[in-house]
């Protein structure tokens, strides 16, 4: 009986490291959110700047790297130790591609301020800035190991993921008014980009709890004035150099009420890691059984007045205590690992779709924007799932290989 003391605190202790380490993860998350924010701010101004050459969004594209570099600050004071720990090894390589992309920027920047780069050109760079930075988000709601927090993750990782095609959508469309008409592929990007923020938004409501998805009912449609300007975009209309300057205040708006609703994400997130925490620590009382003795996580001491514990043996209704301990330790264990696995398949649904839109995106030269559209029309054509599509697509990737 004195073993299973000792490994059931262990448990228990275990549980407190992880949670520890999730609540650093979720500072680091939220700085990870603010920082995308403004990212994708800078980006749709220098889409502006360049489509406009130089005649507009001079002051607020410099306004908006001086908002980046301040987020960045926050970034780097919010990233965990570089020490190893079994397990970490994605996460720790994450952080690196991400910081690596971040060390990019000011390059970028210089190109931009020369002209010596595209609208395409310079949108690509920021997009794969952006994207290293949700992998990090993506890997902490796939390792996260408590039922509330990963639900909360995956909620505010959902969130993120559709906020980026609406964000990558002020931005096209700003280009695409700046310079006084949309591109073929500028259209099509504009209708995928529309689709894929509804794919994420829709996981986002499965996941999030009741106040987020009220917050989120009032903007889940766009706006009257938004929907009008989408059509001159869609349909090829011409544009004029006023329609970047209101179709990017206008999607501004929407993007800066969607980050309102991603902080009281981030919020959740964090009050459930700090709320599991506490629940870690209290003392492990069982629900039944006469007894008044109670297993405290830190150490092997007992209720106050009580002996400590030794290994001459244990009274026959506090090893019928500690028996119930265990019995409950365990169905915890097991329900925590039932619901994981249902939020793990929506994750690894997710996964197999990013990997085929990868591997579309190498064999074809699509866009990503382009390679979503090319599995969502397929599955629409034979009736499927998109993820049936991506694993067909995965499938034939892999007889290509061999």
């Known amino acids: 009986m004195r073993d299973a003391l000792t490994w059931l605190r262990a448990s228990r202790e275990s549980d407190i490291a992880s949670l520890q380490r999730l609540l650093q993860t979720g500072q680091l998350i939220t700085a990870v959110s603010e920082l995308v924010h403004q990212l994708q701010r800078e980006r749709g101004a220098s889409n502006i700047w360049i489509c406009s050459h130089g005649r507009l969004f001079s002051t607020e594209r410099l306004a908006r790297q001086q908002d980046v570099s301040t987020c960045l600050q926050h970034f780097y004071q919010a990233l965990p130790p570089a020490v190893?720990?079994?397990?970490?090894s994605r996460f720790c390589h994450l952080i690196a591609a991400a910081l690596q992309a971040l060390s990019e920027l000011p390059a970028l920047r210089q190109q931009i301020a020369?002209?010596?780069?595209?609208?395409?050109?310079?949108?690509?760079?920021?997009?794969?800035?952006?994207?290293?930075?949700?992998?990090?988000?993506?890997?902490?709601?796939?390792?996260?190991s408590h039922p509330d927090i990963s639900r909360a993750l995956i909620a505010l990782f959902s969130f993120m993921q559709g906020k980026e095609p609406a964000g990558q959508e002020r931005a096209i469309g700003s280009a695409g008014f700046a310079a006084g008409q949309f591109t073929a592929d500028q259209r099509s990007q504009m209708v995928a980009l529309i689709a894929a923020q509804e794919q994420s938004f829709t996981?986002?409501?499965?996941?999030?709890?009741?106040?987020?998805?009220?917050?989120?009912?009032?903007?889940?449609?766009?706006?009257?004035?938004?929907?009008?300007?989408?059509?001159?975009?869609?349909?090829?209309?011409?544009?004029?150099?006023?329609?970047?300057?209101?179709?990017?205040?206008l999607l501004s708006e929407r993007l800066d009420q969607m980050k309102r609703v991603e902080d009281g994400l981030s919020a959740t997130l964090m009050r459930r890691c700090r709320t599991a925490i506490d629940q870690a620590t209290l003392p492990l009382t069982p629900a039944q059984g006469n007894s008044s003795f109670a297993l405290y996580v830190s150490g092997a001491d007992w209720l106050p007045g009580a002996a400590t514990l030794d290994s001459d043996g244990l009274a026959p209704q506090l090893g019928r205590s500690v028996l119930s301990l265990i019995g409950e330790q365990q169905q915890?264990?097991?329900?925590?690992?039932?619901?994981?696995a249902a939020m793990r398949a929506s994750l690894d649904e997710r996964r197999i779709i990013?990997?085929?839109?990868?591997?579309?995106?190498?064999?074809?030269?699509?866009?990503?924007?382009?390679?979503?559209?090319?599995?969502?029309?397929?599955?629409m054509n034979q009736n499927k799932k998109v993820v049936e599509i991506a694993q067909a697509v995965l499938a034939v990737a892999a007889t290509l290989s061999a």
């Open 84 to 88: 190893a720990q079994p397990g970490y």
């Open 203 to 249: 996981t986002f409501s499965q996941f999030a709890d009741a106040e987020a998805c009220a917050q989120w009912q009032p903007l889940a449609q766009a706006s009257r004035d938004i929907e009008r300007l989408r059509r001159i975009a869609c349909t090829g209309g011409n544009g004029e150099e006023s329609g970047a300057l209101n179709w990017f205040s």
């Open 114 to 144: 020369e002209e010596t780069l595209t609208q395409v050109t310079a949108m690509a760079a920021f997009n794969q800035v952006i994207r290293t930075l949700l992998n990090l988000v993506f890997e902490a709601a796939d390792t996260a």
């Open 354 to 379: 990013e990997q085929a839109k990868h591997w579309l995106m190498q064999q074809h030269g699509f866009s990503e924007q382009a390679a979503w559209q090319a599995l969502r029309k397929s599955a």
């Open 332 to 340: 915890r264990l097991q329900q925590q690992a039932d619901e994981l």
